[in-house]
């Protein structure tokens, strides 16, 4: 590639909403006929329908993944003294969902190459304060769920999946957000399928499903308005927002098969790059590569920060992976996680990073981003 830095013609996002189909239409009949706030027909087929995709009977729409999470664990009954187990290599909201109901989290690390959590760890921090469990489906591939649901029901544990990155992936054969007791989605402009801002809880517990739809709404009484029945949140999603997404539903398996061919696509050029590690899918999954991570190694002649750089000046738009929760100051400020060691958690967060993984990207487009990385490491290598 003779693109020299900083000269760029093209910039290609690193994952962008893909808008082809009904959202138009769906948002103006919303606009049409004046019902713009949580209450409409939008919001209850939106629930009903991706509930039903993921084979959960309940679906309760929120503002976003993180009030998702929230009113879960609230619904729950979670508080002071209860520990929630989840990995060390996830998004903030996570332990944050965590500390708002003032529950504790405890990390365990994650498998080096799913980069979700591991069993085996989680076992080893079962205590007589573990109320629940939270396993987070990552950059698209799902958790080992058998062995974590046996040890879950050995201990009486709650199993809530964290599922923001997972719309349409498979574990078993079965979709992710009916793997447990509950699920939480996240429909921000970045996920698969998206409502601009937005979530929903996913469950097949009809009581906890009416606890998240109270809490989520002020904890209304259903029989007398202006009564409350708990500290209840402002959690609402919209019908204008659920208008979105319900057209976006309706294309998800066509968006997966999409993702999943990019991946083909880059495992392909990528394959023989020196110093790369490339994401896998393991025999029992269906990744939907939510963002198609690679690590980066001394080997490949820069590091991962410089290669970001390089494909910046070069219009590839680039994230870095999570950086684990042991490793953020603001836990530490609270008497969390500091010293603790999650050694998987901190090398893949030191050296991950996800190439641009937008539904509607071409295969001329990877193609670039791949001539463009494989140009950085020829010129770090002189
Ligand atoms: C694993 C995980 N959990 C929770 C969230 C929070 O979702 P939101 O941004 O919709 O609040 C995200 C967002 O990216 C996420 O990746």
């Known amino acids: 590639m003779s693109q020299a830095a900083g000269t760029a013609q093209r910039r290609i996002a690193v994952c962008e909403p893909y808008l082809g189909g009904r959202e138009a239409e769906y948002v103006l009949d919303c606009l049409k006929t004046n019902r713009i706030s949580s209450a409409g027909t939008y919001l209850t087929e939106f629930e009903r329908a991706f509930a039903r995709y993921c084979g959960a009977a309940e679906g309760i729409g929120t503002t976003s993944g993180t009030t998702a999470l929230h009113v879960a664990l609230a619904a729950r009954g979670l508080g002071p003294g209860d520990e929630i187990i989840m990995p060390a290599f996830t998004i ?48 698209g591939h799902p958790c080992d769920m058998d062995p974590l649901t046996e040890l879950a029901r050995r201990h009486g544990l709650w199993l809530v999946e964290d599922a923001a990155e997972v719309h349409g992936a498979e574990y078993k054969g079965k979709k992710c957000g009916g793997l447990a007791d509950a699920a939480c989605f996240s429909f921000y402009a970045n996920k698969i399928i998206s409502t601009g801002e937005g979530g929903m809880v996913v469950t097949n517990d009809r009581a906890l499903a009416e606890r998240c739809r109270s809490l989520k709404n002020l904890g209304f009484n259903r029989e007398r308005r202006f009564l409350h029945d708990a500290v209840g949140f402002n959690y609402r999603m919209t019908n204008l927002q659920a208008a979105i997404g319900l057209a976006q539903l309706e294309r998800l398996d ?5 993702r999943r061919a990019h991946a083909r696509r880059y495992n392909e050029l990528l394959r023989d790059v020196a110093g790369v590690t490339l994401p896998v899918e393991r025999p029992w999954a269906r990744n939907v590569y939510w963002m198609y991570g690679i690590l980066v190694d001394e080997t490949f002649g820069c590091t991962r920060d410089e290669l970001r750089a390089a494909l910046a000046e070069r219009g590839v738009d680039t994230r870095t992976f999570f950086i684990p929760m042991h490793e953020q100051p603001v836990f530490h400020g609270r008497g969390l996680f500091a010293g603790e060691s999650y050694p998987t958690a901190s090398d893949i967060g030191r050296r991950g990073l996800y190439l641009p993984s937008s539904t509607g990207l071409t295969d001329d487009e990877i193609g670039y981003v791949v001539d463009a990385l494989r140009d950085v490491q020829a010129t770090a290598r002189g």
Do not use: K, N, S
């Open 254 to 258: 066509e968006y997966v098969e999409r």
């Open 92 to 139: 903030a909201a996570t332990v944050f969902a965590a500390l708002y109901v003032g529950a504790t989290p405890v990390l365990v690390d994650v498998e080096p190459d799913t980069w979700t959590l591991r069993v085996d760890q989680v076992a080893a921090r079962i205590g007589p304060r573990t109320r629940a469990v939270m396993p987070v489906h990552m950059y």
